[in-house]
């Protein structure tokens, strides 16, 4: 496919524009917005939109010009974007406006566009492909969890201790209201697992005792509150695990447990090797930014950072400044990502057919339990097909790059 570079390089992405419109201009649009007024004008003795021109001109005299002049404006600041051909990412914002004496009113406006830029030369990037090798020991670690899937939990006669699980009756409230409570819920006495001092309380604790626990919490809006949680241990109990043998494999529908242990290890390979491979594709992108470093745009960084909230179960961003910064960085991150494979895309004149297209839905349709048409006509409902075309063109460009680039496989 030929290769093309559509803009100039600019790493900025902030930009300030100034027009000054003249009267002349505004008067331009009174007319037409004067018509607009007439359609929707109710005035006495006349129907709906049949009222003389002249009639609402004069009824609507301030509304009409202050709307001519922010018409005026809208489309000045527009042709002059257009002529610079850049791709803006930001609503437009007036940043200053001063009516002059003449009737010229002068505009300053502030906008984001997309940074625009030569990709460095790839083949001088190095970059390792980590892959962690599978051990016997992370096998096992795989089969206990699935041992724990089975597990009895057996009451005994003992005290509470690391190690060992409670039956619990607890009940939470907050400034004395009661806002939860739950019914024998299973709870584990590990030291760093669980808030130290809570662990603590539970040592040596048996059946029929009860453990209170507070702490302050916060509530929103800066204040705190005081959250009291009420324990009554029911049993105090010891976790027996199935006997790894050939019948506990069995029951998994494996022929032995060495075909078991077969099977976790090549489904841990697969995941191995799919987390080195992410990472790959981040190096890479970290690789190629620091070489151009262009300014990220703001506007795109912050749609970013609430898409990443939410996406991570926030509905409000946390108090916590380390971690808002931590995904204010995932988000400056994504949107680093996305300019790079839109950027190389962009002058490698990559493209999206039908077929491709077509053989995406299918697969996404099968994920999601839904037949190939109905998956298509919800992803047109919501104006998503242009989303997903950019979901594979970004694909491809990083499938791309990373035959491009130098990759060094580390086994570790």
Known sequence: MEKKIIKAPNLKSKREITVVIEPSEIENFKEKVAKAYRKKAKVKGFRPGKAPLSVVEKLYEKEILEDAKDEAIRNKVLDKIKETGEEVVSQIYIKEKKENDDGSIEVVCEYDVMPVFDMPNLSKIKVEKTIKKVLDIDVDEEIDKIRKQFAKYIPI????????????????????????????????????????????????????????????????????????????????????????????????????????????????????ESKAEDDLEWRIIKEIYERINFELPESMVKNSYIFTLRSMGYEKEPEDDNLRQSIYNIAEDLVKREIILDRFSDIEGIEVGDEELKEEISKRAKEYNMSVKKYEEELKKRGELDSLKNVIRRRKAMDMIKKLVNVEVVLE
């Open 157 to 272: 006669e003992e005290k509470a201790k690391e190690g060992l699980y409670l039956l619990v009756n607890y009940e939470d409230r907050l400034d004395g209201k009661l806002i939860k409570k739950q019914d024998k819920g299973l709870l584990y006495l590990k030291w760093d697992e669980m808030n130290p001092d809570l662990f603590e309380l539970f040592v040596d604790k048996g059946k029929n005792d009860t453990v209170v626990f507070e702490q302050e919490v916060d509530i929103g809006d800066g204040k705190k509150g005081k959250l009291l949680r009420k324990y009554k241990i029911l049993e105090v109990l010891k976790e027996e695990l199935p006997e790894l043998n050939d019948e506990f494999a069995k029951k998994l529908e494996f022929d032995s447990l060495e075909k078991l242990r077969e099977e976790i290890a090549e489904r841990l390979r697969k995941s191995n």
